[in-house]
């Protein structure tokens, strides 16, 4: 299966830096500047980490219902989890072989009182008080779609159809930046297909072509690329370079940063039968379950629109504005 390289020609490698945001009526040293400056995004202190204006709220939920207006002939199974994922899945998932650096783990203090008078001791003296936090039973979840699996496998062989489940999540992945795009804490739309190898790679390539689909739709300048995952270490490089040669993973690239290459908005994710090894998904004929995810990057995609159509809703083309309900 082959997907095609889409308008790429017309596609600058970067938005030059110290350009004038379309809007702003000013120019911004970065776009993240802009953000702060026009109160769209909120600075904690933490890079990656920002609260959001209503504004921004509005565009991403509009975002998120267009996503489900794309999919409303899937007839998926809506399932929603808060962004938690227990530890044991995530430990059974192999995320920590390939991802050691992104993962998320979330710690409690579980001692007692001669211990919390120690924390408080060591707070007070500013001294490192986390020696005294344990692991709990839950992680932060990665990317939406992996909660799922082990309930699914749970549920027993999948029916000849195989199965739709549409997952929408905060996820968490420790890559602190200064590029709006890279956060710690973001959006993960997915719709995700459990079945044979058949059924997963058409379902891929339908949303491939209803993703750029919906970038045409809102009038982003975007091209489709083949993909990789940021594996870690040198062994890493090795798998990578076999997910691309395989072609598992694409993405829909959308200039979005300052003279930075475009950021991957959406990917189109081939797992083959990774979840099925780690759990017992099966096919009906009682074969080893192949998986596949078209994922959406909520807040990508609306700093992609926010970029490319400027900071100020009110000059936005009217029919982007429609289809994102009439923000
Ligand atoms: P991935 O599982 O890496 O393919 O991610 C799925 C989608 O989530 C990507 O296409 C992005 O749109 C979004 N995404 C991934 N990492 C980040 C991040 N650090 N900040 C914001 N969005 C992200
Ligand atoms: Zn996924």
Known sequence: ????????????????PDTSVAGTG??????????????????????????????????????????TQAGADQHAEVLRFPPTTPRKDFEDSEYLKSFPHLAGTVHSFCGNERDHFRLLE??????????QQRPTRVV?????????????ARRGPLPPEGRVVDVFSYCF???PSLEPTRMQMFRMREYVRLGNAGQILAFRQMW???????????ELRHMLDVANDPFFGRGGKLVADNQRDQKLKFELLIPVNDGAPPTACMSFNYHVDHFSTVWTLRTSDGEKAHTGCAAFGIDRLTLALLRQHGLELGQWPKTVRAALGGI
């Not at 299966?1 to 030059?16: F, I, Q, T």
């Not at 970065?30 to 980490?49: E, K, Y």
């Not at 979840?141 to 082990?150: R, W």
């Open 1 to 16: 299966m082959e997907a095609s390289l889409d308008n790429a020609s017309e596609l600058p490698d970067a938005v030059p």
């Open 26 to 67: 000013y120019t911004t040293p970065t776009f993240l500047q802009a953000l702060i400056d026009a109160d769209i995004l909120i600075p904690t202190g933490v890079d990656g980490i920002y609260g959001r204006s209503g504004v921004y709220e509005a565009i991403a939920e509009g975002m998120n219902a267009l996503v």
């Open 122 to 131: 060591r707070l007070e003296e500013g001294e490192d008080w986390t020696d």
């Open 140 to 152: 932060l979840t990665p990317a939406a779609c992996y909660p799922i699996y082990p309930v699914m």
């Open 173 to 175: 992945r420790h890559e």
């Open 208 to 218: 491939i072509e209803r993703g750029q689909a919906l970038a045409d739709q809102l």
